[in-house]
């Protein structure tokens, strides 16, 4: 079964520190890996995107990593903004089909001063 | 460029009544989406559409309708409100394969 777990559900963090957010999948054949960010009362907007050949990817202080072989993703944000709060969902596309977006639930990142 | 647009933003409705949703994109993406988020759950496909005039269910279809007369348009129908259709939704709109973009969500609650 296609699926997409993550980890931790939330997660609070004081202002200028870093974290990681674990995202792990199951989705077979793989295409590639997003990673959205979800502002309170928005719409997802996609950070990065990760193929089967890459293993790191930033994009500012958002650091995506993957590893194909244990269908592990993570994503590292560098030292924290308020605005950086947010919900962080995990995408996985399989290759075929249009019905092949596999969503986690998501981490609630709450950045404080 | 809007992207993707939604409306309503809000609706507040009793059980039993019908309304549509109306999700509108100018990117010229071929794929439509329609997804419903719940708290504590990922978002969960509904419906979805690969083309003008096509449409296909997701993994919560019932209870639901949709429709894709223009390419640029993607309808969401529910015809006898229930108050597990609570919830909010999320318009999206792609190339295949290609990342999604959503639109800002219509929070719906029936009551």
């Known amino acids: 079964k296609n699926q997409v777990e993550q980890s931790p559900q939330s997660l609070i963090i004081l202002e200028g520190k870093n974290c990681t957010l674990q995202?792990?999948?199951?989705?077979?054949?793989?295409?590639?890996l997003r990673w959205y960010k979800q502002d309170t009362g928005r719409g997802p907007v996609s950070l990065t995107i990760?193929?089967?050949?890459?293993n790191t990817k930033s994009n500012g202080r958002y650091t995506a990593t993957l590893d194909a072989d244990t269908k592990q993703s993570s994503l590292h944000i560098t030292a924290s903004q308020l605005s950086d709060s947010a919900s962080y969902i995990c995408?996985?596309?399989?290759?075929?089909?249009?019905?092949?977006?596999?969503f986690g639930t998501g981490t609630r990142l709450t950045v404080i001063p | 460029n809007a992207g993707v647009t939604q409306t309503p933003k809000f609706r507040v409705l009793k059980t039993g009544q019908s309304m549509t949703l109306l999700c509108a994109q100018d990117?010229?993406?071929?794929?439509m989406y329609w997804y419903r988020q719940d708290p504590g759950m990922g978002l969960r496909l509904i419906h979805y559409?690969?083309?003008?005039?096509?449409?296909a269910k997701g993994e919560v279809p019932d209870g639901y309708n949709v429709s894709r007369l223009k390419k640029q348009n993607f309808l969401l129908g529910l015809e006898s409100a229930a108050p597990s259709q609570t919830s909010v939704y999320f318009c999206?709109?792609?190339?295949?394969?290609?990342?999604?973009?959503f639109g800002q969500g219509t929070r719906l609650t029936v009551v």
């Open positions: 999206a709109s792609s190339y295949p394969l290609n990342e999604a973009f």
């Open positions: 995202c792990n999948y199951t989705v077979s054949p793989f295409s590639n």
């Open positions: 990760m193929t089967f050949s890459e």
């Open positions: 995408v996985v596309s399989a290759l075929a089909g249009a019905n092949n977006l596999f």
């Open positions: 990117m010229n993406h071929e794929y």
């Open positions: 559409s690969v083309g003008e005039g096509t449409t």
